[in-house]
């Protein structure tokens, strides 16, 4: 293996067979877990929208998820780079999933809306301005073939 390349496994089990199979398109589960070794058990299903559990977490949520951390660990890296001390990061990314009238889909765009606290109000300006340096850097996003947009922000000091 060459040094930089990084190979994941993940085993995806599923578990909606409810005694026929998939003998109709109402008659199984979409319940399915997926592991990877050392690591819990996820619980996934698809959609509700799609027949599935909304208990369990579903590939898009999963796509979306991937994409929100990417960006985090990316900008918290790259802010170390400039010297900026963040204190606390919080997103709530959203995403849009076009279905064709053939039943194929796919996402349209995602929406990063991260928000951080910095230690010192004098790097407020910087801060910001490195979501985009980090959005250049996330594998996740540089992987997708749809835009990923960031609408960073600040979070407001709060008294602990």
């Known amino acids: 293996m060459a040094l930089n390349q ?9 578990t909606g067979n409810k005694g026929s199979g998939t003998s109709t398109y109402r008659a199984y589960g979409r319940d399915h877990t997926v592991a990877a070794v050392g690591l819990p058990v996820l619980l996934g299903s698809a959609d509700r929208t799609f027949h599935g559990d909304r208990d369990r977490w579903n590939p898009e949520q999963l796509l979306i998820t991937a994409l929100t951390q990417c960006h985090m660990l990316s900008y918290l ?5 400039h010297g900026v001390v963040i ?3 919080e997103d709530t990314a959203t995403g849009t999933l076009v279905v064709n009238p ?6 349209s765009e995602v929406t990063l809306h991260p928000r951080i606290q910095v230690a010192d109000p ?3 300006e910087l801060a910001l301005s490195l979501h985009a340096e980090a ?4 594998f996740i996003a540089r992987s997708v073939n749809f835009p990923v ?3 960073p922000g600040l979070l407001a000091i709060t008294e602990d």
């Open 87 to 89: 204190t606390r990061y």
């Open 6 to 14: 990084h190979h994941f496994e993940i085993n995806v089990v599923w």
């Open 135 to 138: 959005a250049t850097k996330c």
């Open 122 to 124: 004098a790097t407020e």
């Open 149 to 151: 947009h960031h609408e």
């Open 77 to 81: 890296h790259v802010a170390v780079l």
């Open 102 to 107: 053939d039943g194929s889909g796919q996402f």
